[in-house]
């Protein structure tokens, strides 16, 4: 069974060499009465978050997300076929996503965070990403925390990626403003000509984010959708309008960082009367199947479209997920074990 391996704790930015690829001998027997089930692994979801799950283990982050262990295969988001099962409510042959090692097999118990595949017209790799946790944390974070309305001004960050493009385009769908940042004028350009951004900028050359934003905003910000943090929060700090609202989605920028950065225009808060929220995706996996709802016309209609960055092979895992830091992956990144 061929596994990528996490070597030790990783501190600062994580290095190809701290995974290890490795052929291990494992027991892939579904135990009687366990409620187990045997799975081929197919596709791999290459999830920011798995940095977090890197680190030693820290009492404030160790609620959402409990640290790998070292020496032991990693694990995230994938998309897996069922070859044996003892759970009552999986058979062979059904296709599910959740949570499941990186390695060829698994045998895991499947929990309140994995789901069974039910609509297979649509391409299979977007459970890793569209139609799995990075869609659910784009649908929750903008219905639920930016609460929006027709005709207010959206803004995202990290927008190209796996939970930004889908973003853009419900505000879109809503009728919003959406201006997007990303850190290539690739991305630009599919923000712009793919996902029907109203404007989009590289903040790796902008001088000033804070006139990049008032370039686009020039009224301010009712909604920004947050993915990075850092300067780029600073900056919309001083441009959100009065009762905005900020969902603090994630801060890819500072997982890296040894400490954080801090903010230094959070006062606006409370002048502006902003509502800033973080949110965590599995609270709201309960609301999933309202989720398809929405969300499968809009695709198979090709009103929504998703760019996905494929990785052939298990072995180039490790320098996939790395790559997400450098912003290497040119939309939802995901590594393919098996097509079938
Ligand atoms: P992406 O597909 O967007 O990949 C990460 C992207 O982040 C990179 O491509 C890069 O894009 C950008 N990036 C990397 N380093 C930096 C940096 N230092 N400063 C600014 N941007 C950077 O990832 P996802 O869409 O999967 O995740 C987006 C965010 O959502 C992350 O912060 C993640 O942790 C968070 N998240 C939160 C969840 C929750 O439950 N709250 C659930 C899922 C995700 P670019 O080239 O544009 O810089």
Redesign the pocket.
């Known amino acids: 069974n061929k596994q990528v391996i996490l070597r030790d704790y990783v501190t600062g930015f994580p290095k190809e060499s701290d995974l290890i690829f490795n052929d291990a001998t494992v027991d892939l027997s579904v135990p009687a009465g366990s409620n187990k089930v045997l799975l081929k692994n197919l596709f791999l979801s ?4 798995m940095r977090i799950r890197m680190s030693k283990p820290d009492p404030s982050t160790a609620a959402l997300a409990l640290p790998y262990t070292p020496g032991q295969p990693i694990y995230g988001y994938g998309v897996s076929r069922v070859i044996d099962s003892g759970h009552p409510d999986y058979k062979k042959g059904d296709l599910l996503w959740g949570i499941v090692g990186w390695e060829e097999y698994s045998v895991i118990n499947p929990t309140s965070s994995c789901f069974k595949i039910l609509h297979t017209d649509v391409p299979l790799s977007y459970y890793t ?1 569209l139609l799995g ?2 869609g659910m ?1 784009a649908y929750s ?1 903008f219905y639920e925390i930016c609460t929006p309305k027709k005709g207010e001004t959206v803004f995202v ?9 889908l973003v853009g385009q419900l505000a879109k769908i809503m009728g919003c403003y959406v201006v997007g ?4 004028n690739e ?1 630009v350009d599919l923000l712009k000509n793919k996902f029907g951004f109203d404007e989009a900028f590289n ?2 050359e902008e001088k000033d984010l804070n006139a990049a934003l008032k370039r686009c905003f020039p009224e301010g910000i009712d909604i920004y959708f947050e ?4 300067k ?1 929060l600073d900056a919309v700090l001083l441009n959100m309008k009065l009762n905005g609202r900020i969902a ?9 960082l040894e400490e954080q950065e801090g903010v230094r225009n959070l006062s606006t808060v409370i002048y502006k009367r902003i509502r800033l929220q ?5 609270d709201y996996y309960h609301k999933y199947s309202n989720f398809l709802e929405l969300v499968l016309p809009y695709i198979r209609e090709g009103k929504i479209t998703y760019v996905e960055d494929v990785a052939e092979g298990l072995e180039k895992g490790p320098s996939a997920l790395i ?11 995901l590594i393919v074990v098996a097509r079938e």
């Open positions: 290459c999830d920011p978050y990403g946790m990075a944390t974070g960050s990290a927008a190209s990626g796996a939970v930004g493009q940042s990303a850190g290539s991305k903040y790796k993915n990075v943090g850092g780029m603090v989605c994630g801060m890819i920028s500072q997982y890296n973080g949110f965590v995706v599995s790559g997400l830091f450098h912003g290497k992956n040119v939309g939802k990144q």
